[in-house]
Protein backbone atom coordinates (compact mmCIF):
# COMPACT_ATOMS: atom_id res chain seq x y z
CA UNK A 1 0.00 0.00 0.00
CA UNK A 2 1.21 3.32 -1.23
CA UNK A 3 2.48 5.34 2.54
CA UNK A 4 0.44 8.65 2.75
CA UNK A 5 1.74 11.81 5.36
CA UNK A 6 -0.98 13.16 7.08
CA UNK A 7 -0.63 17.01 7.01
CA UNK A 8 -2.71 17.50 10.17
CA UNK A 9 -2.93 16.73 13.28
CA UNK A 10 -5.52 17.22 16.18
CA UNK A 11 -4.25 19.75 18.13
CA UNK A 12 -3.66 19.41 21.89
CA UNK A 13 -2.33 21.12 24.92
CA UNK A 14 0.55 18.73 25.22
CA UNK A 15 1.42 19.48 21.35
CA UNK A 16 0.03 22.95 20.20
CA UNK A 17 1.87 25.10 17.60
CA UNK A 18 0.95 28.72 17.32
CA UNK A 19 1.88 28.73 13.32
CA UNK A 20 0.90 25.23 12.77
CA UNK A 21 -2.47 25.79 14.40
CA UNK A 22 -2.79 29.33 12.34
CA UNK A 23 -2.34 27.34 8.95
CA UNK A 24 -4.48 25.00 9.13
CA UNK A 25 -7.37 27.24 10.39
CA UNK A 26 -7.38 30.05 8.06
CA UNK A 27 -11.13 31.42 9.94
CA UNK A 28 -8.65 31.61 12.86
CA UNK A 29 -6.03 33.22 11.41
CA UNK A 30 -8.01 36.40 9.91
CA UNK A 31 -9.50 36.32 13.46
CA UNK A 32 -6.25 36.41 15.03
CA UNK A 33 -5.29 39.38 12.02
CA UNK A 34 -8.36 41.46 12.39
CA UNK A 35 -7.84 41.80 16.48
CA UNK A 36 -11.26 38.80 17.29
CA UNK A 37 -8.62 36.89 19.68
CA UNK A 38 -4.89 38.05 20.54
CA UNK A 39 -3.69 34.70 19.36
CA UNK A 40 -4.21 30.83 18.03
CA UNK A 41 -3.70 29.65 21.29
CA UNK A 42 -6.27 32.10 22.33
CA UNK A 43 -8.77 30.85 20.25
CA UNK A 44 -8.00 27.35 21.23
CA UNK A 45 -7.92 27.33 24.67
CA UNK A 46 -11.31 29.16 23.99
CA UNK A 47 -13.12 26.88 21.35
CA UNK A 48 -10.65 25.11 19.64
CA UNK A 49 -10.08 21.92 22.09
CA UNK A 50 -13.53 21.34 22.10
CA UNK A 51 -14.75 21.47 18.93
CA UNK A 52 -11.25 19.17 17.82
CA UNK A 53 -9.34 21.66 15.64
CA UNK A 54 -6.43 20.30 13.94
CA UNK A 55 -2.89 22.10 13.41
CA UNK A 56 -0.44 21.46 10.46
CA UNK A 57 1.56 18.03 10.91
CA UNK A 58 5.05 19.34 12.23
CA UNK A 59 6.10 16.38 9.86
CA UNK A 60 8.08 17.90 6.76
CA UNK A 61 6.75 17.30 3.17
CA UNK A 62 10.14 18.85 1.89
CA UNK A 63 11.69 15.68 0.89
CA UNK A 64 9.08 14.03 -0.43
CA UNK A 65 8.06 17.01 -2.95
CA UNK A 66 11.62 17.83 -3.74
CA UNK A 67 11.31 13.67 -4.96
CA UNK A 68 8.25 14.63 -6.85
CA UNK A 69 9.69 17.74 -8.39
CA UNK A 70 12.57 15.37 -9.36
CA UNK A 71 10.32 12.82 -10.86
CA UNK A 72 8.24 15.56 -12.64
CA UNK A 73 11.21 17.79 -13.84
CA UNK A 74 11.37 16.23 -17.59
CA UNK A 75 7.33 17.00 -18.01
CA UNK A 76 6.97 20.33 -17.06
CA UNK A 77 6.63 22.93 -19.17
CA UNK A 78 9.84 25.15 -17.68
CA UNK A 79 9.73 27.81 -20.53
CA UNK A 80 6.60 29.39 -18.82
CA UNK A 81 7.00 31.78 -16.64
CA UNK A 82 7.48 30.31 -12.98
CA UNK A 83 9.12 30.80 -9.60
CA UNK A 84 9.92 28.30 -6.91
CA UNK A 85 8.82 29.28 -3.66
CA UNK A 86 10.63 28.05 -0.18
CA UNK A 87 8.66 25.23 0.02
CA UNK A 88 9.68 23.75 -3.22
CA UNK A 89 6.31 24.79 -4.94
CA UNK A 90 6.36 25.53 -8.89
CA UNK A 91 4.45 29.07 -9.75
CA UNK A 92 3.19 29.04 -12.55
CA UNK A 93 0.13 31.91 -11.80
CA UNK A 94 1.82 34.64 -13.54
CA UNK A 95 -0.77 38.43 -13.06
CA UNK A 96 -1.76 37.71 -17.03
CA UNK A 97 -3.07 33.98 -16.34
CA UNK A 98 -4.58 35.55 -13.03
CA UNK A 99 -6.41 37.95 -15.25
CA UNK A 100 -7.51 35.61 -17.66
CA UNK A 101 -9.06 33.27 -14.51
CA UNK A 102 -10.32 35.63 -12.57
CA UNK A 103 -8.24 34.19 -9.87
CA UNK A 104 -8.70 36.20 -6.67
CA UNK A 105 -7.30 35.89 -3.18
CA UNK A 106 -9.87 34.10 -0.92
CA UNK A 107 -10.01 32.77 3.13
CA UNK A 108 -12.33 29.97 1.61
CA UNK A 109 -10.90 26.40 1.71
CA UNK A 110 -11.53 23.42 -0.53
CA UNK A 111 -11.10 20.00 1.29
CA UNK A 112 -12.14 17.08 0.49
CA UNK A 113 -11.49 13.12 1.54
CA UNK A 114 -9.41 10.64 -1.42
CA UNK A 115 -12.49 8.15 -1.22
CA UNK A 116 -12.06 4.21 -1.77
CA UNK A 117 -11.86 3.93 -5.55
CA UNK A 118 -9.52 7.21 -5.93
CA UNK A 119 -7.16 5.12 -3.15
CA UNK A 120 -7.53 1.96 -5.67
CA UNK A 121 -5.91 3.91 -8.25
CA UNK A 122 -3.12 5.77 -6.30
CA UNK A 123 -1.97 2.44 -5.33
CA UNK A 124 -2.36 0.88 -8.64
CA UNK A 125 -0.02 4.07 -10.15
CA UNK A 126 2.22 3.84 -7.14
CA UNK A 127 5.49 3.69 -9.01
CA UNK A 128 4.10 6.06 -11.83
CA UNK A 129 2.32 9.73 -11.67
CA UNK A 130 -1.28 10.82 -10.58
CA UNK A 131 -2.30 14.77 -10.87
CA UNK A 132 -4.83 15.87 -8.85
CA UNK A 133 -5.76 18.90 -10.58
CA UNK A 134 -7.50 21.22 -8.59
CA UNK A 135 -6.15 19.27 -5.25
CA UNK A 136 -7.77 21.66 -2.51
CA UNK A 137 -6.21 20.87 0.90
CA UNK A 138 -5.64 17.10 1.19
CA UNK A 139 -5.01 15.80 4.60
CA UNK A 140 -3.19 12.93 2.88
CA UNK A 141 0.00 13.50 0.76
CA UNK A 142 1.37 10.83 -1.46
CA UNK A 143 4.35 10.45 -3.19
CA UNK A 144 2.90 9.74 -6.47
CA UNK A 145 0.23 12.77 -6.45
CA UNK A 146 1.05 16.17 -7.58
CA UNK A 147 -1.58 18.50 -5.75
CA UNK A 148 -2.54 20.88 -8.40
CA UNK A 149 -4.07 24.64 -6.66
CA UNK A 150 -4.75 27.90 -7.23
CA UNK A 151 -3.56 28.28 -3.20
CA UNK A 152 -0.87 27.54 -1.67
CA UNK A 153 -2.04 24.92 0.74
CA UNK A 154 0.51 22.96 2.92
CA UNK A 155 0.11 19.80 0.86
CA UNK A 156 0.40 22.19 -2.73
CA UNK A 157 2.77 21.28 -5.29
CA UNK A 158 2.25 23.02 -8.37
CA UNK A 159 0.30 27.50 -8.46
CA UNK A 160 -1.41 26.38 -11.94
CA UNK A 161 -4.55 26.77 -13.42
CA UNK A 162 -6.66 24.05 -15.15
CA UNK A 163 -6.77 26.20 -18.35
CA UNK A 164 -3.31 25.95 -18.54
CA UNK A 165 -1.78 23.07 -17.40
CA UNK A 166 2.13 23.08 -17.10
CA UNK A 167 2.70 19.92 -18.28
CA UNK A 168 3.80 18.37 -21.59
CA UNK A 169 1.83 15.79 -23.08
CA UNK A 170 1.22 12.49 -22.26
CA UNK A 171 2.43 12.99 -18.55
CA UNK A 172 -0.02 11.14 -16.19
CA UNK A 173 -1.14 7.73 -15.51
CA UNK A 174 -3.97 9.41 -14.02
CA UNK A 175 -5.49 12.41 -13.37
CA UNK A 176 -8.08 13.63 -10.55
CA UNK A 177 -10.48 16.31 -11.12
CA UNK A 178 -12.68 16.58 -7.80
CA UNK A 179 -15.65 19.44 -7.72
CA UNK A 180 -13.84 21.90 -9.82
CA UNK A 181 -14.62 21.86 -12.92
CA UNK A 182 -18.15 23.85 -12.03
CA UNK A 183 -15.39 26.81 -10.40
CA UNK A 184 -13.90 26.99 -13.90
CA UNK A 185 -14.60 29.79 -16.24
CA UNK A 186 -13.80 27.96 -19.01
CA UNK A 187 -14.69 23.95 -18.36
CA UNK A 188 -14.52 22.60 -21.71
CA UNK A 189 -10.65 24.33 -21.95
CA UNK A 190 -9.97 22.36 -18.50
CA UNK A 191 -10.78 19.31 -19.80
CA UNK A 192 -9.21 19.47 -22.83
CA UNK A 193 -5.77 20.06 -20.61
CA UNK A 194 -6.77 17.35 -18.83
CA UNK A 195 -7.27 14.84 -21.87
CA UNK A 196 -3.89 16.24 -23.07
CA UNK A 197 -1.77 15.67 -19.98
CA UNK A 198 -3.00 11.80 -19.88
CA UNK A 199 -1.05 9.55 -21.18
CA UNK A 200 -2.73 6.95 -23.47
CA UNK A 201 -4.27 4.21 -21.66
CA UNK A 202 -4.36 6.75 -18.32
CA UNK A 203 -7.50 7.06 -16.15
CA UNK A 204 -9.06 10.20 -15.55
CA UNK A 205 -11.58 10.11 -12.29
CA UNK A 206 -13.99 13.23 -12.16
CA UNK A 207 -16.45 14.57 -10.34
CA UNK A 208 -18.93 17.45 -10.74
CA UNK A 209 -21.84 18.20 -9.33
CA UNK A 210 -25.45 18.61 -11.29
CA UNK A 211 -28.14 19.58 -8.63
CA UNK A 212 -25.94 21.43 -5.82
CA UNK A 213 -27.01 24.68 -4.71
CA UNK A 214 -24.30 27.45 -5.25
CA UNK A 215 -20.93 27.60 -3.53
CA UNK A 216 -18.04 29.37 -4.80
CA UNK A 217 -14.60 29.11 -4.07
CA UNK A 218 -14.42 31.79 -4.38
CA UNK A 219 -16.28 31.59 -7.96
CA UNK A 220 -19.22 29.12 -8.90
CA UNK A 221 -19.78 29.09 -12.64
CA UNK A 222 -20.88 25.84 -14.30
CA UNK A 223 -22.42 22.62 -12.62
CA UNK A 224 -22.86 19.77 -15.19
CA UNK A 225 -25.91 16.88 -15.95
CA UNK A 226 -24.72 13.60 -16.44
CA UNK A 227 -25.01 14.09 -20.06
CA UNK A 228 -23.21 17.22 -19.22
CA UNK A 229 -20.01 15.43 -17.67
CA UNK A 230 -19.79 13.16 -20.94
CA UNK A 231 -19.84 15.63 -23.18
CA UNK A 232 -16.55 17.90 -21.41
CA UNK A 233 -14.99 15.02 -22.03
CA UNK A 234 -16.01 12.42 -25.09
CA UNK A 235 -13.98 13.90 -28.00
CA UNK A 236 -10.99 12.90 -26.47
CA UNK A 237 -11.40 10.34 -24.43
CA UNK A 238 -13.14 6.64 -24.33
CA UNK A 239 -16.00 7.56 -21.85
CA UNK A 240 -16.35 3.84 -19.61
CA UNK A 241 -19.40 5.23 -17.18
CA UNK A 242 -21.13 8.40 -15.33
CA UNK A 243 -22.33 6.42 -12.41
CA UNK A 244 -23.45 8.37 -8.67
CA UNK A 245 -22.29 6.50 -5.85
CA UNK A 246 -22.97 7.05 -2.33
CA UNK A 247 -21.07 9.85 -1.70
CA UNK A 248 -22.43 11.73 -4.51
CA UNK A 249 -26.50 10.51 -3.79
CA UNK A 250 -28.82 12.87 -4.14
CA UNK A 251 -30.04 12.34 -0.50
CA UNK A 252 -26.75 15.23 -0.19
CA UNK A 253 -28.39 17.49 -2.49
CA UNK A 254 -32.06 17.33 -1.11
CA UNK A 255 -30.25 17.73 2.82
CA UNK A 256 -28.01 20.79 1.03
CA UNK A 257 -30.96 22.57 -0.31
CA UNK A 258 -33.24 21.97 2.82
CA UNK A 259 -30.45 23.11 5.71
CA UNK A 260 -29.88 26.24 3.59
CA UNK A 261 -33.46 27.13 3.32
CA UNK A 262 -33.93 26.57 6.69
CA UNK A 263 -30.92 28.76 7.83
CA UNK A 264 -32.27 31.66 6.03
CA UNK A 265 -35.33 32.05 7.47
CA UNK A 266 -36.03 33.09 11.26
CA UNK A 267 -39.29 33.09 13.57
CA UNK A 268 -42.27 32.39 12.25
CA UNK A 269 -41.31 31.34 8.35
CA UNK A 270 -38.33 29.14 9.71
CA UNK A 271 -40.80 27.43 12.05
CA UNK A 272 -43.29 26.86 9.47
CA UNK A 273 -40.77 25.65 6.79
CA UNK A 274 -39.60 23.41 9.68
CA UNK A 275 -43.06 21.64 9.92
CA UNK A 276 -43.53 21.24 6.70
CA UNK A 277 -44.12 17.63 5.05
CA UNK A 278 -42.75 16.35 2.42
CA UNK A 279 -45.93 15.48 1.00
CA UNK A 280 -46.88 19.46 0.97
CA UNK A 281 -44.03 19.93 -0.87
CA UNK A 282 -44.68 17.96 -3.93
CA UNK A 283 -47.90 20.10 -4.77
CA UNK A 284 -48.28 22.71 -6.96
CA UNK A 285 -45.33 25.06 -6.45
CA UNK A 286 -47.14 27.93 -7.64
CA UNK A 287 -49.20 27.67 -4.30
CA UNK A 288 -46.51 27.44 -2.60
CA UNK A 289 -44.26 30.42 -3.73
CA UNK A 290 -46.30 32.98 -1.77
CA UNK A 291 -45.89 30.91 1.30
CA UNK A 292 -43.68 32.99 3.88
CA UNK A 293 -40.87 30.38 4.09
CA UNK A 294 -40.73 31.52 0.16
CA UNK A 295 -41.31 35.12 0.27
CA UNK A 296 -38.83 35.74 3.20
CA UNK A 297 -36.18 34.35 1.63
CA UNK A 298 -33.36 36.95 0.65
CA UNK A 299 -31.90 37.63 -2.60
CA UNK A 300 -28.35 36.03 -1.60
CA UNK A 301 -30.29 32.69 -0.13
CA UNK A 302 -32.55 32.94 -3.72
CA UNK A 303 -29.41 32.62 -5.96
CA UNK A 304 -27.67 30.15 -3.99
CA UNK A 305 -30.74 27.82 -4.00
CA UNK A 306 -32.60 29.43 -7.65
CA UNK A 307 -34.36 27.14 -10.21
CA UNK A 308 -32.77 28.94 -12.83
CA UNK A 309 -31.24 32.36 -12.72
CA UNK A 310 -32.56 35.43 -15.27
CA UNK A 311 -29.96 37.11 -17.20
CA UNK A 312 -30.98 40.40 -18.67
CA UNK A 313 -28.50 42.45 -20.94
CA UNK A 314 -27.47 45.27 -23.17
CA UNK A 315 -25.17 45.62 -25.90
CA UNK A 316 -22.92 48.63 -25.69
Not at 203 to 227: I, R
Request: aromatic letters at 8%; glycine letters at 6%.
Amino acid sequence: MSAAISLREIATPENFNETAYLASNPDVKEAVTSGTFTSGKAHFDAFGRKEGRTQLSLTSVAAVRAEKMLKLAKSLLLDRDTAVDEHGRFNFLTEAIRAETRIIDTNNVSSNAYDSDMKAIIERHKDGLILDCGAGSRNEYYENVVNLEIAAYPSTDILAVGEHLPFKDNTFDAVFSIAVLEHVRDPFKCANEISRVLKPGGQLYCCVPFLQPLHGYPHHYFNASPQGIRRLFEDALTIESVTVPNPVHPIFALTWIVQSWTGGLTGHSRDQFLNTKIGDLIGDPIALVHQPFCQELSEEKRLELACASILTARKP
